[in-house]
């Protein structure tokens, strides 16, 4: 095999790799994505229920090709409630996306290494 063909066939090869590593990044993003909702779930106040039903993930790709995820609450209430640390929450209480992020956090750590280990 000539040189411009073993080339042409790592180069092939390597993209195939760095495409297969964002799909596994955008997976383990995903799996991160779906602890935190359930932790955030279980700790944000409920009235109705509605706010609880709020949260969604929007795939993200940076201009140099990283993928990533947004993580939120589509509700138009879900920030003033997230914030407000003067509340009397029956049950659940502020920051219920922080602090379900900041308590999982070595889960995440762990579920991304499992999904692109090398």
């Known amino acids: 095999m000539s040189e411009t063909k073993q080339n042409e066939l790592i180069i092939k090869n390597l993209n195939n790799f760095i495409k297969n590593t964002e799909k596994l990044t955008y997976l383990s993003l995903i799996k991160c994505y779906m602890v935190i909702e359930e932790d955030a779930i279980d700790i944000t106040p409920k009235d109705t229920g509605w706010l609880r ?66």
């Open 53 to 118: 039903q709020g949260f969604y993930k929007k795939k993200l790709m940076t201009k140099s090709g990283q993928v990533g995820i947004e993580i939120g609450n589509d509700k138009n209430y879900a920030l003033y409630v997230h914030e407000n640390m003067e509340a009397n929450f029956k049950e659940g209480g502020p920051k219920f996306l922080t602090r379900a992020i900041v308590k999982n956090t070595e889960r995440m750590k762990e579920i991304i290494n499992n999904e692109v280990r090398l």
